[in-house]
């Protein structure tokens, strides 16, 4: 059996890229572009809460990461590199190997190599943090609280397959193979929009990811820059696999579906131009699904226009007893 | 009951320094010195791996932090801020306001403000990862690959009372509330030496704190410099509560123990009275205990001068079956 040492030296450690010291000290060193800031995001990923038991490994490993390369996606800064800790509840080889493969096949596709880590043993749960750090220039990024009255409100991607396919393998929804294999792909694999964020530099007013679910993130924007909003329900990009679903689940994917690594974000109804050569620059598919009021609250109109009661809450981990 | 986004106002949300976006938006924000690069550790603190479940709250706030401040100042670098993330499995709000104490008192010290967090329910234990940034010139962070042969060994402050706390909460010693009561700071109250790791830029050749105890750490050291070393077991300072123990737990507790988050360096003879110096200044205690060797392997000499056998080992998170 391999020691914690051998262990994180055969799956975590990868060649420094040259400027940065990599995984064997006690800090990992990066430089930061002369001038810029360093934007950085962690999250503390959980067995049994963030992710199914029995996930792919490899898929985990990825979705490790993305989760947090999305963060940083939505402040448009450009990844530099991440450290990994792993509470591992049993060393298992092949798993290891797995998770390692995809946190570094997405590492490498975003220029984000692991730099550092920890790595230990836990009493039950596999536990999974991820820190990651980016550059933006000083007032560039893409905060939350810049939106302004009458800014249009953009989706990228598509919505609502994550959150069926939570619900099917959670048992919430009875069990249905070919919408499992037409969903389960945005809940394990998500593409967090880094190339997007850095594309919407200085025509966004104000950004965030969708990881709570529209209603929750885009919440968040009107919080911090004290606005209202109304979304045009009809206008939402379903994702085909669950255009057919009854309203009720159709509603609750949509509108609070979280685990969605794509981008809400605000700009100036005079930037659509620049906003859609952006998204095309990027790869990326966007949508405008509504505007930004002075007035607070937020409503979302059916086709017919008449604002739709009971909407769906955002997740909370904490909920109200 | 609070939901989550008000329990992490609450408790986390400061207002950041100027110059730092702070917890609220999808990515903190902070600047680095011009020309310096940024310096990263990152652990992974688990409730019955790493600290007893029933630990004074605001002592683990303390060292939750403490541990990875060590880390920057075994890099010779300087504190910009951190990041936490907290797996909780219930929602206890006076322990939180207690850890959160803690935190932030050590954080405040060192001019390392919390910058952004996760907050997450778990199934069964507490899980805390932190992530701080240092920044550290080019070319000075001290780190484990820069020992030549010939250079003394010194180590801070005092060893051994971390390993007997541990040992007698764990009952792997018999009740000794005296014992308990002299040892059990240096356990739960670790003081990072970032100071220390600052005034020894330019000076020491290489560092690292004695997370895993003496022989591992200082192997670390010699493993990424290629070389081997002696130490005087006579010259190892004590701490005063763990001079009276019998030899194998003293040895063990001296070589062994781990927990301390005190540095081991190296530097060269001709610079003991600028290593003093910088001790002085940083108001911190150092004790020359060897020397590096270009032949490989670690001895330690008895007062008789003669290797003493039966070295303890040190910790491995998993161990060789």
Redesign the interface.
């Known amino acids: 059996?391999?020691?914690?040492?051998d262990?994180i030296a055969r799956y975590f450690t990868r060649t420094a890229p040259a400027g940065l010291?990599g995984v064997?000290?006690?800090?990992?060193?990066?430089?930061?572009p002369?001038?810029e800031?360093?934007?950085?995001?962690?999250?503390?990923l959980?067995?049994?809460?963030?992710f199914f038991p029995d996930v792919d490994p490899k898929a985990l490993g990825h979705k490790a990461l993305a989760v947090n390369l999305?963060?940083?996606a939505?402040?448009g800064?450009r990844p530099i590199g991440c450290?990994?800790?792993?509470?591992l509840p049993r060393?298992d080889e092949p798993w290891l190997a797995a998770f390692a493969e995809g946190f570094h096949a997405l590492a490498a596709a975003h220029g984000c190599p692991l730099?550092?880590?920890?790595?230990?043993?836990?009493?039950?749960?596999l536990?999974i943090?991820v820190?990651v750090?980016?550059a933006?220039p000083?007032g560039q990024?893409l905060?939350?609280?810049g939106a302004e009255a009458g800014d249009d409100i953009w989706v990228s991607g598509e919505l609502g397959a994550a959150d069926v396919a939570y619900r099917l393998l959670d048992g919430q929804y009875p069990a249905d193979a070919s919408l499992l294999a037409a969903t389960r792909g945005a809940l394990e694999w998500p593409q967090p929009q880094v190339a997007l964020g850095l594309a919407l530099r200085g025509i966004a007013t104000a950004?965030?990811?969708l990881s709570d679910g529209l209603l929750q993130d885009l919440g968040h924007i009107l919080a911090?820059s004290r606005l209202g909003a109304c979304l045009r329900f009809a206008d939402l990009p379903a994702a085909a696999s669950v255009a057919g679903l009854a309203d009720a689940p159709l509603r609750r994917a949509l509108l609070g579906g979280g685990d969605v690594y794509q981008l809400c974000f605000t700009a100036p109804v005079a930037r659509r131009e620049a906003v859609a050569a952006a998204a095309q620059a990027a790869g990326a598919r966007v949508t405008r699904v509504g505007q930004t009021q002075a007035d607070a609250g937020l409503s979302v109109l059916d086709p017919r226009g008449q604002p739709m009661a009971a909407l769906p809450a955002g997740f909370?981990?904490?909920?109200?007893?």
């Open positions: 059996m391999a020691s914690e040492f262990l010291l064997g000290d006690d800090c990992a060193l990066f430089p930061v002369p001038g800031q360093v934007a950085t995001s962690t999250d503390l959980l067995e049994g809460r963030h999305s963060d940083l939505a402040m800064a450290v990994l800790g792993l509470a060393l730099i550092g880590g920890d790595t230990t043993r836990s009493a039950h749960d536990a943090s820190t750090f980016g933006v000083p990024a905060r939350r609280d950004a965030i990811d911090a909370d981990h904490f909920p109200a007893a």
